[in-house]
T-cell receptor, first 116, second 114 residues
Framework: EADIYQTPRYLVIGTGKKITLECSQTMGHDKMYWYQQDPGMELHLIHYSYGVNSTEKGDLSSESTVSRIRTEHFPLTLESARPSHTSQYLC???????????????FGAGTRLSVL | KNQVEQSPQSLIILEGKNCTLQCNYTVSPFSNLRWYKQDTGRGPVSLTIMTFSENTKSNGRYTATLDADTKQSSLHITASQLSDSASYICVVSDRGSTLGRLYFGRGTQLTVWP
């Protein structure tokens, strides 16, 4: 069982609200990722981080922002939520030693967000 | 364009039966291929991972095969159990970046009936 946690598991909010999705891992992994997944569809990378103070945008354009102030913590923020943001958000982490670990990503349980 | 295609999209089998899921990819340069199991409402969990030189890998009742020449992989589940009901996702990693970019298939939704 991977030690990566996401909160909340489910969130229903109104349009225009600011929200932060939390993700924490206790494995000491340098690399962390945020994915967005709609039902029956593939995961899309929206943000990633190589380590503290490092954040990059992924392949799928997202209006969300992320921060990496501590190794274990990688929160995702939406300043003004809209119905189009309704989706499942998955956080993952992996070790930096790719040759040794084959860059296996460990996923959290996800946050299912519904914006009304 | 790098892609990962999985088939079938969904599958229903009876408990105790075997099944095989397929994955075709066009990702290049290829680094490794993984199969993940994703239970409903949960995050994906890694089942197997294979590099270019590996053509088969087992994890209990799960056996994955890889043909790097034809860019095909399969996941065989033996003696299925109700707990095998989940989405099985094929994920291919490339060697083109330090990130080890992952390309995800849409998954095969497996349902095991008693």
């Amino acid at each position: 069982e991977a030690d990566i946690y996401q909160t909340p598991r489910y969130l229903v909010i109104g349009t225009g609200k600011k929200i932060t999705l939390e993700c924490s891992q206790t494995m000491g992994h340098d690399k962390m990722y945020w994915y967005q997944q709609d039902p029956g569809m593939e995961l899309h990378l929206i943000h990633y981080s190589y380590g503290v103070n490092s954040t990059e945008k992924g392949d799928l354009s997202s209006e969300s922002t992320v921060s990496r102030i501590r190794t274990e913590h990688f929160p995702l923020t939406l300043e003004s939520a809209r119905p189009s943001h309704t989706s499942q958000y998955l956080c993952a982490s992996s070790e930096s030693k790719a040759a040794l670990a084959k860059n296996i990503q460990y996923f959290g349980a996800g946050t299912r967000l519904s914006v009304l | 364009k790098n892609q990962v295609e999985q088939s079938p999209q969904s599958l229903i089998i009876l408990e105790g039966k075997n099944c095989t899921l397929q994955c075709n990819y066009t990702v290049s340069p290829f680094s490794n291929l993984r199969w993940y199991k994703q239970d409903t409402g949960r995050g994906p969990v890694s089942l197997t991972i294979m590099t270019f030189s590996e053509n088969t890998k087992s994890n209990g009742r799960y056996t994955a095969t890889l043909d790097a020449d034809t860019k095909q992989s399969s996941l065989h589940i033996t003696a299925s159990q109700l707990s095998d009901s989940a989405s099985y996702i094929c994920v291919v990693s490339d060697r083109g970046s330090t990130l080890g970019r992952l390309y995800f298939g849409r998954g095969t939704q497996l349902t095991v009936w008693p």
